[in-house]
């Protein structure tokens, strides 16, 4: 199974980013062997439609479990949650933290969106 965080570089070390559909990269990591990948985010421009491009984008990878992010829009809650993938919110700090904070049971999911659409159109 597979942890996505959305992240301002690519990097363990980054920041989370505080905007799922709009965030710089994925970072994607197997908690089998925690090995990782960054992935960059090819929506994080569109003009429109960002989140559930990228949520679509995160569910197409059969092994992901969570998403772990700032904040998530409704729409891209919506096509996450259909592909049954856990959503973490609100968290601040750097994957790597993330990562840790998860594997030790100390984040929860979060059962509806925290932003309203359109929300990350405003530039970090």
Not at 72 to 85: Q, R, S, T
Not at 94 to 113: E, F, G, I, N, R
């Amino acid at each position: 199974m597979k942890l996505v965080i959305t992240a301002r570089d690519a990097s363990m070390d980054s920041p989370v980013d505080q905007r799922f559909g709009r965030c710089r990269y994925f970072i994607i990591v197997d908690k089998q062997n925690m090995k990782w990948e960054a992935k960059s985010n090819t929506h994080g421009q569109d003009t429109g439609g960002a989140g559930v491009s990228a949520a679509r984008e995160v569910a197409a990878n059969d092994d992901v479990e969570v998403v772990i992010t700032g904040n998530v829009g409704p729409n891209a809650f919506k096509v996450l949650e259909a592909a049954g993938i856990d959503v973490v919110t609100g968290f601040n700090g750097t994957v790597a933290d993330a990562v840790q904070k998860y594997t030790h049971d100390l984040l929860s999911s979060t059962k509806h969106p925290t932003v309203k659409s359109h929300h990350g159109m405003k530039r970090v």
